[in-house]
């Protein structure tokens, strides 16, 4: 099992719709998490950390769930610009350092 | 530009070639770390610098590759020996710790022909 899992995608939506993006890690000792955008043949950029309350910024949501150890990314209202690869990220902090990337979900935001 | 500088863009090299890569992180960024990305893939570590100590290695990162940050400011990443399987995109970050993230550089895409 993979440590950091991932929605395998594509999604193909319409502009304007809702999408959401599901991410489960393996490791309880994980302890801080993000998501990175990635453009076609671009590096990662990081979009959001992610919180137990939860955080908003603008049209993206994205939630954690430590007990079924889940995160989620929503995005509200999507442009065609959202179209990118959107990776999960998880930190370990286990006395050593190990960030973990998910392989990434593929959106394709069409007019 | 006052992002995460890496050189050179692109590498084609034929196999059994050494070849080595810079990364020049964002200048008040203590830590750097090296990434590959294959495609269809995230990033894999491969290793991490806090300042010129390199405190962690992947087991990915086999005995013909070797990182340095002699000083605590750039960072070279060498492959000797190259083989087909190392093309890959090599990205380098930069933190200045907390939970913040990384910075991410261009990347440099390597092909062993």
């Known amino acids: 099992r993979k440590e950091v899992e991932q929605d395998p995608g594509p999604f193909n939506v319409p502009e304007g719709a809702t999408v959401a993006f599901n991410c489960t890690y393996s490791?309880?000792?994980?302890?801080?998490f993000f998501w990175y955008r990635q453009d076609c043949r671009k590096e990662p950029k990081l979009l959001m950390s992610v919180y137990s309350s939860g955080n908003e910024d603008g049209r993206f949501t994205a939630q954690l769930n430590r007990a079924s150890q889940y995160i989620s990314l929503l995005i509200r209202d999507s442009k065609l610009s959202d179209s990118a690869t959107y990776l999960c990220?998880?930190?370990?902090?286990?006395?050593?350092?190990?960030?973990?990337f998910g392989a990434g979900t593929r959106l394709f935001v069409k007019a | 530009d006052t992002g995460v500088s890496q050189d050179p863009r692109h590498k084609i090299t034929k196999r059994g070639q050494n070849v080595t890569f810079r990364c020049d992180p964002i200048?008040?960024?203590?830590?750097l770390y090296w990434y590959r990305q294959t495609l269809g893939q995230g990033p894999e570590f491969l290793t991490y610098f806090q300042n010129e100590a390199q405190l962690e290695k992947s087991r990915l990162l086999s005995d013909r590759f070797s990182a340095e940050r002699p000083k605590g400011s750039f960072s070279t990443l060498e492959i000797q020996r190259t083989e087909q399987g190392d093309s890959a995109m090599y990205l380098c970050?930069?933190?200045?710790?907390?939970?913040?993230?990384?910075?991410f550089g261009s990347g440099t895409r390597l092909t062993v022909v």
């Open positions: 200048s008040e960024h203590n830590r």
């Open positions: 970050a930069s933190s200045g710790g907390g939970n913040y993230g990384y910075t």
């Open positions: 990220v998880v930190n370990l902090h286990t006395g050593g350092f190990k960030t973990i």
């Open positions: 490791n309880s000792a994980s302890q801080s």
